[in-house]
């Protein structure tokens, strides 16, 4: 069992927590590997090379940004994928090339950290009480000067509602607040995978109710885990779950 919470663990334990169990707790190699997510990885591993980059003040051309996310994805291709839809390997590395040249078009950020590593106490926003003997940790895409900066592949952007109660950005503020005493500016950037694929920047205001609700979240889901809580939830993401048919056997 972790020793810590992250944002991915808290997700997933709400979502279904007995695929959290399998992953976290046995530790299970997943039946499938998926391609949208070693997708994403490829997609992240070239942005964090790009950030750095404008980091040192020596962008990427954007020739040499491609030339990295393709080596990303023939690493990640090396072990059998599942594919969804019409996906191949050639149609995922031509959008990816895509979408990374249209971010290095519109991308204005001034870049503090890539891929930065977080670690703070699970606290009370308003008392400071700590209530969790778990950490949480997580890490942050980018760090600007004003803020935290996440991005995602997916085939659309969530609405204003599901933004209001997404639970990984209210994590980032709440962490980000703990460490620097102000609430940062949060946006979200979305590399739609679309027939013309296209990137969406979107700005997220987080307050402190947003940051109270995060965090009786996340001790929900703490004291779930340590009382041996782990059960199925049937529903739209068993189709692509990586643990399908040990699932089907359980308990």
Same mark, same amino acid.
């Given at each position: 069992?972790?020793?810590?919470?992250?944002?991915?663990?808290?997700?997933?334990?709400?979502?279904?927590?007995?695929?959290?169990?399998?992953?976290?707790?046995?530790?299970?190699?997943?039946?499938?590997?998926?391609?949208?997510?070693?997708?994403?990885?490829?997609?992240?591993?070239?942005?964090?090379?790009?950030?750095?980059? =404008?980091?040192? $003040?020596?962008? +990427?051309?954007? /020739?040499?940004? !491609?030339?990295?996310?393709?080596?990303?994805?023939? %690493? *990640?291709?090396?072990?059998?994928?599942?594919?969804?839809?019409?996906?191949?390997?050639?149609?995922? =590395?031509?959008? $990816?090339?895509? +979408?990374?040249? /249209?971010?290095? !078009?519109?991308?204005?950020?001034?870049?503090?950290? %890539? *891929?930065?590593?977080?670690?703070?106490?699970?606290?009370?926003?308003?008392?400071?009480?700590?209530?969790?003997?778990?950490?949480?940790?997580?890490?942050?895409?980018?760090?600007?000067?004003?803020?935290?900066?996440?991005?995602?592949?997916?085939?659309?952007?969530?609405?204003?509602?599901?933004?209001?109660?997404?639970?990984?950005?209210?994590?980032?503020?709440?962490?980000?607040?703990?460490?620097?005493?102000?609430?940062?500016?949060?946006?979200?950037?979305?590399?739609?995978?679309?027939?013309?694929?296209?990137?969406?920047?979107?700005?997220?205001?987080?307050?402190?109710?947003?940051?109270?609700?995060?965090?009786?979240?996340?001790?929900?889901?703490?004291?779930?885990?340590?009382?041996?809580?782990?059960?199925?939830?049937?529903?739209?993401?068993?189709?692509?779950?990586?643990?399908?048919?040990?699932?089907?056997?359980?308990?």
């Amino acid at each position: 069992m972790p020793d810590y919470l992250s944002v991915s663990q808290i997700t997933l334990y709400l979502n279904c927590s007995l695929h959290y169990y399998f992953r976290y707790i046995e530790e299970r190699e997943p039946e499938r590997h998926f391609a949208a997510l070693a997708f994403g990885k490829a997609i992240h591993s070239a942005l964090a090379s790009f950030h750095e980059s =404008l980091k040192d $003040g020596k962008p +990427l051309p954007v /020739e040499e940004f !491609q030339r990295l996310f393709r080596a990303d994805w023939a %690493a *990640e291709t090396t072990e059998p994928l599942y594919y969804a839809n019409s996906d191949t390997p050639e149609s995922l =590395l031509e959008l $990816g090339q895509t +979408l990374l040249a /249209e971010y290095a !078009q519109v991308c204005r950020f001034e870049v503090v950290e %890539a *891929e930065h590593r977080f670690e703070v106490p699970l606290c009370d926003p308003d008392t400071g009480e700590v209530l969790c003997d778990k950490p949480l940790v997580g890490i942050y895409d980018l760090v600007t000067p004003e803020g935290i900066v996440e991005f995602k592949t997916a085939k659309s952007v969530p609405d204003a509602g599901q933004l209001a109660r997404h639970l990984q950005l209210s994590a980032y503020a709440y962490a980000f607040s703990f460490k620097e005493r102000r609430m940062p500016t949060l946006m979200f950037v979305h590399l739609l995978k679309l027939k013309k694929p296209r990137v969406e920047m979107t700005a997220v205001v987080r307050e402190n109710k947003h940051l109270q609700f995060f965090t009786r979240c996340a001790l929900a889901v703490a004291r779930g885990i340590e009382a041996n809580i782990f059960a199925p939830n049937p529903g739209w993401g068993c189709a692509n779950c990586e643990y399908a048919r040990v699932c089907g056997e359980w308990p």
